[in-house]
Nanobody, 124 residues
Framework: VQLQASGGGLVQAGGSLRLSCTTS????????MGWFRQAPGKEREFVAA?????????QYEDSVKGRFTISRDNAKNMMYLQMNSLKPEDTAVYYC?????????????????WGQGTQVTVSS
């Protein structure tokens, strides 16, 4: 499975971006999918996840709840992260990941496949 994140860029605080994750390879719709981010000098952290099992349940890191929305389009093999009300502290490289057991959880070690990141920069 190959993943590629895109859609990052420079935006002012309060603005919006939509990240996309394109997948190719094996059947996308059985995978749990997640977004993670890493800011300079910090460890990678969980942002959001969506499962395959359990009807596509979602999870969010507390600081993005109510601002970010994760979604997936199984027909297009795509996953998205709609980010609204962006803050400077959201600045990071954002990565998409896939777990072959469909879990879609916050634990990064559950994910077998990772894409290249896309830079999101939020100016104050």
């Amino acid at each position: 499975v190959q993943l590629q994140a895109s859609g990052g860029g420079l935006v002012q605080a309060g603005g919006s971006l939509r990240l996309s994750c394109t997948t190719s390879g094996r059947s996308f719709n059985i995978y749990g999918m997640g977004w993670f981010r890493q800011a300079p000098g910090k460890e990678r952290e969980f942002v959001a996840a969506i499962s395959w099992i359990g009807g596509g349940s979602t999870q969010y890191e507390d600081s993005v709840k109510g601002r970010f929305t994760i979604s997936r389009d199984n027909a297009k093999n795509m996953m998205y992260l709609q980010m609204n009300s962006l803050k400077p502290e959201d600045t990071a490289v954002y990565y998409c990941a896939a777990d072959m057991y469909g879990l879609g959880v916050e634990r990064d070690y559950e994910y077998e496949y990772w894409g290249q990141g896309t830079q999101v920069t939020v100016s104050s």
